[in-house]
């Protein structure tokens, strides 16, 4: 009951360009993720992936996706792909990974302008998906500060558990760590379970 | 570090204290924590100060309050988080540069620091 009327009052006083922010700590497969939605509804890709972090450092924005849902409703919104919020930025690990000195200092700093554009970017959000690698510590102090600030900011928020194809993936833990949200476990690379992601969505916008 | 150190400063006055001292390479054991919006803007000038010197800062936070999710527990926490404000918890503030990474589990704290003097003298 209490779900219908927030999705009631959310709809009636819904805005017309709904910005949905996807969030999370570099690597954890936000950008894949931002490719997954606009290929599957677009038809076309939004941004470069890379195995190596900050490959994102830049705001990217889709405007006008529309998905449907099961029963035939239809949601609209800018999809906001953030880069990776850090406390941490080392030049030297884009060296360790074979890239030239003044490469990675570049790298470096616009990486670190990248996070101060999506620690910017937040509040303007109505709604975000928090996408963490499901194989990695969800205990990071980095999730915890950027769910803290959507909550204390009333932006509706949901938690993307993302490479659940991977065999290290914990969503056990993600769950103990985050008992109070909706966690969708997902594999943005291979679509796995996507279906229900876009469900969860739904919910989210309140459509 | 007693919370009563940071508690009459203004955000910005909080935020530059622990950051100034992270980047003395001191490691900084806060009794309490900062608001979200203030850790927000603890990384935000992280960022605008990370240079060839500085790496950035290790953070963590434990508070039991983040992971009661209702019930007579939460009840418990909320009444002393009104009685204590933001001093419940304890927060790890570390220079990047001397801590190489802060495991938590979830209630416990691994830190594991780097040789810093080893480095230098490379």
């Given at each position: 009951?209490?779900?219908?009327?927030?999705?009631?009052?959310?709809?009636?006083?819904?805005?017309?360009?709904?910005?949905?922010?996807?969030?999370?700590?570099?690597?954890?497969?936000?950008?894949?993720?931002?490719?997954?939605?606009?290929?599957?509804?677009?038809?076309?890709?939004?941004?470069?992936?890379?195995?190596?972090?900050?490959?994102?450092?830049?705001?990217?924005?889709?405007?006008?996706?529309?998905?449907?849902?099961?029963?035939?409703?239809?949601?609209?919104?800018?999809?906001?792909?953030?880069?990776?919020?850090a406390t941490k930025v080392d030049y030297e690990e884009f060296l360790?990974?074979?890239?030239?000195e003044?490469?990675a200092k570049k790298?470096a700093k616009?990486a670190t302008?990248?996070?101060?554009?999506?620690?910017?970017?937040?509040?303007?959000?109505?709604?975000?998906?928090?996408?963490?690698?499901?194989?990695?510590?969800?205990?990071?102090?980095?999730?915890?500060?950027?769910?803290?600030?959507?909550?204390?900011?009333?932006?509706?928020?949901?938690?993307?558990?993302?490479?659940?194809?991977?065999?290290?993936?914990?969503?056990?833990?993600?769950?103990?760590?985050?008992?109070?949200?909706?966690?969708?476990?997902?594999?943005?690379?291979?679509?796995?379970?996507?279906?229900?992601?876009?469900?969860?969505?739904?919910?989210?916008?309140?459509? | 570090?007693?919370?009563?150190?940071?508690?009459?400063?203004?955000?910005?006055?909080?935020?530059r204290?622990?950051l100034n001292l992270a980047k003395d390479n001191k490691i900084?054991?806060?009794?309490?924590?900062?608001?979200?919006?203030?850790?927000?803007?603890?990384?935000?000038a992280t960022m605008e100060e990370i240079n060839k010197e500085f790496k950035g800062i290790e953070?963590?936070?434990?508070?039991?309050?983040?992971?009661?999710?209702?019930?007579?527990?939460?009840?418990?926490?909320?009444?002393?988080?009104?009685?204590?404000?933001?001093?419940?918890?304890?927060?790890?503030i570390g220079s990047a540069n001397v801590v190489k990474?802060?495991?938590?589990?979830?209630?416990?704290?691994?830190?594991?620091t780097k040789d810093v003097k080893k480095k230098k003298k490379k």
């Amino acid at each position: 009951m209490l779900r219908f009327l927030k999705r009631w009052f959310r709809r009636l006083f819904a805005k017309q360009d709904v910005k949905l922010g996807l969030y999370g700590p570099p690597n954890s497969g936000k950008t894949t993720l931002a490719n997954r939605i606009c290929k599957d509804w677009l038809g076309e890709e939004l941004g470069k992936v890379s195995k190596m972090a900050h490959e994102t450092r830049e705001i990217q924005m889709k405007e006008s996706v529309t998905i449907k849902s099961k029963d035939g409703r239809e949601l609209q919104f800018n999809l906001v792909d953030t880069p990776g919020i850090a406390t941490k930025v080392d030049y030297e690990e884009f060296l360790k990974a074979g890239m030239p000195e003044k490469k990675a200092k570049k790298r470096a700093k616009e990486a670190t302008k990248g996070v101060i554009d999506s620690i910017k970017w937040l509040d303007d959000m109505d709604a975000v998906v928090v996408v963490l690698d499901a194989t990695t510590d969800p205990y990071s102090q980095v999730n915890i500060t950027i769910i803290g600030n959507l909550q204390a900011r009333e932006i509706p928020v949901t938690i993307a558990a993302n490479k659940v194809d991977l065999r290290k993936a914990n969503m056990k833990k993600i769950q103990a760590a985050f008992p109070q949200y909706n966690i969708v476990g997902i594999s943005a690379k291979y679509g796995k379970n996507i279906n229900n992601f876009y469900e969860e969505v739904f919910d989210l916008i309140g459509a | 570090m007693g919370y009563h150190e940071i508690e009459k400063l203004s955000s910005l006055g909080r935020i530059r204290k622990l950051l100034n001292l992270a980047k003395d390479n001191k490691i900084i054991l806060l009794q309490g924590r900062l608001r979200p919006d203030e850790e927000k803007e603890l990384i935000k000038a992280t960022m605008e100060e990370i240079n060839k010197e500085f790496k950035g800062i290790e953070l963590a936070v434990i508070d039991p309050r983040d992971r009661v999710k209702d019930g007579l527990q939460k009840f418990k926490y909320d009444m002393m988080g009104l009685v204590l404000g933001m001093q419940t918890g304890i927060t790890i503030i570390g220079s990047a540069n001397v801590v190489k990474k802060i495991k938590r589990d979830p209630s416990k704290i691994e830190l594991l620091t780097k040789d810093v003097k080893k480095k230098k003298k490379k």
